[in-house]
């Protein structure tokens, strides 16, 4: 005959309301069950801790900080290699198989410790705007750097105007008429 374990290990995440200045607190449940159930202490022990950990934002950081140094290798010998055969050794094209697969791998460990490329933010170059139910034939693009330009639809075309920040009247008008694009499309079925 087999016993049934009666006993496991519980983590729960409590919540407590702390005094600063007497260090006294009172401990109250946490909204939901428990997080998990172990059958030893120290498995409940563990996953507390690795919990803990990735609350605190430490495991990623560990595995950031572990992805940074070969991620800093690949692009010093990526870096040489590049030097070396602009500067003619082409020796140094030898190389490039093994130096591409470092790389890839490096890519890896530093995808998976979740580093992500900082790519351009084209969005701060250009805001679009348009508020459909406000003015369904206009859009307003900013431009970085001091521009607004204004897009008017009407039944006759396109009217393009080019704004200074803060600016009333257009520094500069472009129209695009529907006859005007007739007459090109017809000009270019022509020729």
């Not at 428990?34 to 030893?40: E, N, R």
């Not at 970085?144 to 009407?154: H, L, M, S, T």
Request: glycine share 6%; hydrophobic share 40%; net charge negative.
């Amino acid at each position: 005959m087999t016993t049934q374990q009666t006993i496991t290990y519980k983590v729960w995440i409590d919540i407590e309301e702390y005094n600063e200045e007497t260090g006294q607190g009172v401990e109250t449940d946490a909204p939901g069950g428990a997080l998990a159930a172990f059958d030893t202490c120290e498995e409940a022990w563990a996953y507390a801790a690795h919990v803990t950990q990735l609350a605190c934002g430490e495991i990623e950081q560990e595995r950031i900080c572990k992805a940074a140094p070969k991620l800093l290798s690949v692009l010093e010998r990526a870096e040489f290699l590049m030097r070396r055969i602009s500067e003619g050794d082409h020796h140094a094209l030898e190389n490039l198989g093994d130096a591409a697969e470092q790389a890839r791998a490096a890519i890896a460990d530093a995808t998976a410790a979740g580093i992500r490329p900082k790519l351009p933010d084209h969005s701060t170059c250009f805001a679009f705007t348009h508020e459909p139910e406000k003015d369904p034939d206009r859009a307003c693009v900013h431009v970085e750097g001091g521009y607004g330009i204004a897009i008017i639809r009407n039944p006759e075309g396109l009217i393009i105007d080019v704004y200074p920040n803060d600016w009333m009247e257009p520094i500069e008008t472009l129209t695009v008429w529907n006859d005007d694009v007739a007459v090109a499309e017809s000009d270019d079925d022509a020729a």
